[in-house]
């Protein structure tokens, strides 16, 4: 018989926005668990303070915008060491960190990446969005020609972390700032944007998906029950693929929560 594999995962609640340096703090301590065996392999699922981060072929010539400006928006930046290019986190974009061990997975470098495109496709197809991943040279989910969710992984000694960032209903306009993932003539879209693409024909549509000065389509109960509904999504196609046969949640809500799950892993 085959051994039980276990996953916890780390709910950060909906009202919460983890700032990237939390972030990263939170990911060292799992990843230092992780090494040592003293926490099963671990998926982190939360939203960002607004964040523009670089990757490690990302560079400042990636930006449209001054860093004056992107500190009047109210946006930090980083330097991320996972890869890919540039890419923007921000409220109502579901962010997941995987921190597990990909050797015990059985799964090489690529397969694991693919595999995360995978349970984005997958989490699409609830909501009846076509999306591709495995593209060639262009890493991430799509759904057309438009991108959905931007992929940067790191591994050391077999340990993953960083992941996927997939648009529930992101303020697309976040994106104008940047060469979003180092891509200039291509268009971001979200759930929401997809969704109201396939609800309405092209010339009642508001350019781009947008809607009034929000960047958002929904209002903020709808674009929770959607936030969660895509977790849950995501969260089954991750548990699916990787064969894990026990979750265990655990819920963080406030930033005492989070510190303490960050000083109980180190």
């Not at 607004?50 to 930090?76: H, M, Q």
């Not at 197809?125 to 959905?148: L, M, Q």
């Not at 992101?170 to 060469?179: K, P, W």
């Not at 895509?230 to 693929?241: C, P, Q, S």
Request: with cysteine; proline share 3%; glycine share 8%.
């Amino acid at each position: 018989m085959a051994p039980s594999r276990v996953l916890r995962v780390l709910h950060v609640g909906y009202e919460m926005l983890v700032r990237y340096g939390d972030g990263l703090r939170l990911q060292d301590a799992l990843y230092a668990a992780r090494r040592k065996a003293s926490t099963p392999d671990t998926l982190v699922l939360l939203q960002h303070h607004p964040v523009y981060t670089i990757g490690k072929r990302g560079s400042d010539s990636d930006f449209k915008i001054t860093a004056e400006e992107l500190v009047a928006r109210g946006a930090e930046t980083w330097h991320a060491p996972r890869g890919g290019e540039v890419t923007f986190h921000g409220p109502r974009q579901l962010v997941a960190y995987p921190v597990l061990d990909i050797r015990e997975a059985k799964i090489g470098a690529r397969a694991f990446v693919e595999c995360l495109e995978d349970c984005v496709v997958d989490t699409l197809g609830k909501f009846e969005i076509s999306g591709r991943g495995r593209v060639t040279g262009a890493t991430g989910v799509w759904v057309g020609e438009r991108k959905i969710a931007a992929i940067g992984v790191k591994l050391s000694h077999g340990v993953s972390t960083h992941g996927l960032a997939l648009n529930v209903d992101t303020d697309l306009s976040s994106f104008d700032a940047i060469v979003p993932c180092g891509i200039a003539d291509k268009e971001v879209t979200s759930i929401a944007a997809e969704v109201a693409r396939a609800q309405h024909p092209p010339q009642s549509r508001v350019k781009s998906a947008r809607v009034a000065t929000s960047g958002h389509l929904l209002s903020a109960f709808a674009a929770e029950a959607l936030y969660n509904d895509a977790t849950n999504a995501l969260l089954a196609a991750f548990a699916r693929r990787l064969r894990y046969s026990t979750v265990m949640h655990e819920r963080v809500n406030t930033e005492v929560d989070l510190n303490a799950v960050i000083h109980d892993d180190l």
